[in-house]
């Protein structure tokens, strides 16, 4: 139920984010700050599968985002072909991310970071292809692709080892936190005993 709801909770953050976005390429193609996002939600929800949360935000987004292009230009049709491939986008970015990370035996941040980059730069590879119809797709969409996968794969890696240095860096205050407190505790009995020690000879009298 847990992994439900985090599923679920992924593609709506994700469908959201999308909202923010730049127009390139070709008519339909965004830039957009979901593609940031979904990596570090598939790190740090390690226990879902990418696979489910691609198939689900590939459905939740673009619906969002039709609704929205829909109310804006009042055409099905035009909504269907400017929004329709973002769904073949997340759907490969879920299960390119499957087999290139979570599947692999050893996960380390450099092999996330590259996983990233492949992940995005593959699935706009896809997405592009479907837009264009294959026909149209030149070295210089390769070449811009391959930049904003970049800048988008450090900005991912940013973020996720910040969020590593800062929970260490929590863990280690909550650690100083406990032991301050053990050594108050500690004087205490100590101070306890003390007097107890002296009080003894009173006590036999």
Not at 93 to 120: E, H, M, N, P, Q
Not at 169 to 191: A, C, D, N, P, V
Request: hydrophobic share 50%; charged share 20%.
């Amino acid at each position: 139920m847990n992994k439900l709801k985090h599923t679920l909770l992924i593609a709506i953050c994700v469908a959201l984010a999308s909202q923010f976005n730049l127009s390139y390429f070709v008519k339909g193609f965004i830039i957009t700050l979901s593609v940031i996002l979904l990596p570090i939600f598939l790190y740090n929800y390690a226990e879902l599968n990418p696979i489910i949360v691609g198939f689900a935000t590939g459905i939740i987004s673009p619906l969002f985002r039709g609704i929205i292009v829909y109310m804006d230009i009042k055409n099905l049709d035009i909504t269907f072909e400017l929004v329709g491939p973002d769904v073949f986008f997340y759907f490969a970015y879920g299960i390119i991310f499957y087999f290139i990370y979570y599947k692999s035996v050893k996960k380390d941040i450099t092999r996330f970071a590259l996983s990233a980059l492949v992940c995005d730069f593959l699935s706009n590879i896809v997405e592009m292809s479907i837009r264009t119809r294959v026909s149209d797709m030149n070295l210089k969409i390769i070449k811009d692709l391959t930049i904003i996968a970049s800048v988008r794969a450090l900005i991912v890696l940013g973020v996720v080892v910040s969020m590593k240095y800062y929970r260490s860096f929590l863990i280690k205050e909550e650690h100083e936190s406990r032991y301050r407190k053990l050594m108050l505790l500690t004087s205490g009995f100590k101070s306890e005993i003390y007097f107890m020690n002296k009080n003894i000879p009173q006590i036999e009298d």
